[in-house]
T-cell receptor
Framework: DAGITQSPRHKVTETGTPVTLRCHQT?????MYWYRQDPGHGLRLIHY???????DKGEVSDGYSVSRSKTEDFLLTLESATSSQTSVYFC?????????????FGSGTRLTVV | AQSVSQHNHHVILSEAASLELGCNYS??????LFWYVQYPGQHLQLLLK??????LVKGIKGFEAEFIKSKFSFNLRKPSVQWSDTAEYFC?????????????FGQGTTLQVKP
């Protein structure tokens, strides 16, 4: 869908293990974002990137890290997974000016931490 | 910092009823405003957006929204809902002056339309 894919689509992992989620785009967009979706909280921004190797924290960044070594890939790592990180994770991309390009969302990764 | 508040968390309507979902944002500068819809099991889809110009914007599937700057509001409306409108609706905002394009979402409103 519009050149953005997330992997894996589903994952079950154990508490305390590291987990990496991948967002890959073929649109050559500058901006990339990671959100988590939880009931009653909507989508909350975890981390975002405004260029290769340029990243910053969002609203709920504790316990997460990101890396962007090339334009097309934005990786989200849960350093030591906890049950509170069970969620659906969405990646999004955009290009400035955002009013021209809008935002495109991936299909999501459903992560369960047991 | 920007924030978005959606006042209706769960709305239940019968088919053909009119819909209005509230959205208020907090930010002192110029903003871009969005409404997204998420059907069960799917990812987010853009319903409509406002950047500038006519404050009444029309989107897909008969939805519209009105930007009222003085009230910091961007409420979503539809004159007559259908069962297929059952979904979760999200309001979102980003600051026009931002060099990162951060998009901030409200908590979402679950709409259930009874046939």
């Amino acid at each position: 869908d519009a050149g953005i894919t997330q992997s894996p689509r589903h994952k079950v992992t154990e508490t305390g293990t590291p987990v990496t989620l991948r967002c890959h785009q073929t649109e050559n967009h500058r901006y990339m974002y990671w959100y988590r979706q939880d009931p009653g909280h909507g989508l909350r921004l975890i981390h975002y990137s405004y260029g290769v190797k340029d990243t910053d924290k969002g609203e709920v960044s504790d316990g997460y890290s990101v890396s962007r070594s090339k334009t097309e890939d934005f990786l989200l790592t849960l350093e030591s997974a906890t049950s509170s990180q069970t969620s659906v994770y969405f990646c999004a991309i955009s290009e400035p000016p955002t009013e021209n390009y809008g935002y495109t969302f991936g299909s999501g990764t459903r992560l369960t931490v047991v | 910092a920007q924030s978005v508040s959606q006042h209706n968390h769960h709305v239940i309507l019968s088919e053909a009823a009119s819909l209005e979902l509230g959205c208020n944002y907090s930010y002192g500068g110029t903003v871009n405003l969005f409404w997204y819809v998420q059907y069960p099991g799917q990812h987010l889809q853009l319903l409509l957006k406002y950047f500038s110009g006519d404050p009444l914007v029309k989107g897909i599937k008969g939805f519209e929204a009105e930007f009222i700057k003085s009230k910091f509001s961007f409420n979503l409306r539809k004159p007559s809902v259908q069962w297929s409108d059952t979904a979760e609706y999200f309001c979102a905002v980003n600051a026009r002056s931002s060099n990162t394009g951060k998009l901030i979402f409200g908590q979402g409103t679950t709409l259930q339309v009874k046939p």
